[in-house]
Each structure stands twice: as structure tokens, then as C-alpha cells.
């Protein structure tokens, strides 16, 4: 059964970072290393929207409110997939979920709040 778990949010004043973890169970590292991940979020009263993704070959993609500030990267030893968060605004406010393109599988969030 593959499954997705992240970890790493919390409460973090304006202008602060945070770095979230999404490590992937159920499948081999040759499987997870050629499938495309993916980072979500989803704010209170809003849908889930992208973040950032990362193809099996590095090749990254970042929502415009993204870029410049987040940075998704992989560990293809770990079947671990990151992301990067700096100069936090409260409008990053959200849970973040990690995503399995190919399977089509998500995790269960990680909730992050960002104070002014």
C-alpha cells in the first residue's frame, strides 16, 4: 500500500521559513525515482491549488506565488520529497499536502500558519 506522510509545518512568524518533509512508503526507489511529485496546498474556504512540482529527472515547476521563495527538491535514497519555504506570508497560510502524480495518491496534510 503506498503512503504518503508529511511532516514539518507549525506556526511561524511573517518573514519566517519552514521546510516540509513527504516521505513515501509502499514503493521501491526505482519506482519512486521516475514518477513525478508534487506539492498542494489548500486554504480555509478555498480549493487545493499547486505549489511546486518535481519530475523524476529534477526538472521543476512552481506556482507564481511560489517562485523565488519555495524550493521543491527530492532524495530519491530517502523516497523523500521537500519543500523549501522562505519569506512566509500569511497568505501561505494553508495545509500542505504532498502529491503522488502517477498513483494519483495524496498524503494527509500538514497544516501551516504563518503570523503577521
Known amino acids: 500500500q503506498v503512503r504518503l506522510v508529511e511532516s514539518g509545518g507549525g506556526l511561524v512568524q511573517a518573514g519566517g521559513s519552514l521546510r516540509l518533509s513527504c516521505v513515501v512508503s509502499?514503493?521501491?526507489?526505482?519506482?519512486?525515482?521516475?514518477?513525478?511529485m508534487g506539492w498542494y496546498r489548500q486554504a480555509p474556504g478555498n480549493q487545493r491549488e499547486l505549489v511546486a512540482t518535481?519530475?523524476?529527472?529534477?526538472?521543476?515547476n512552481y506556482a507564481a506565488s511560489a517562485k523565488g521563495r519555495f524550493t521543491i527538491s527530492r532524495n530519491n535514497f530517502k523516497n523523500t520529497v521537500y519543500l523549501e519555504m522562505n519569506n512566509l506570508q500569511p497568505e501561505d497560510t494553508a495545509v500542505y499536502y504532498c502529491?503522488?502524480?502517477?498513483?494519483?495518491?495524496w498524503g494527509q496534510g500538514t497544516q501551516v500558519t504563518v503570523s503577521s
Open positions: 518535481i519530475a523524476s529527472g529534477g526538472n521543476t
Open positions: 502529491y503522488f502524480v502517477t498513483y494519483g495518491i
Open positions: 509502499g514503493v521501491s526507489g526505482d519506482i519512486f525515482r521516475i514518477n513525478e
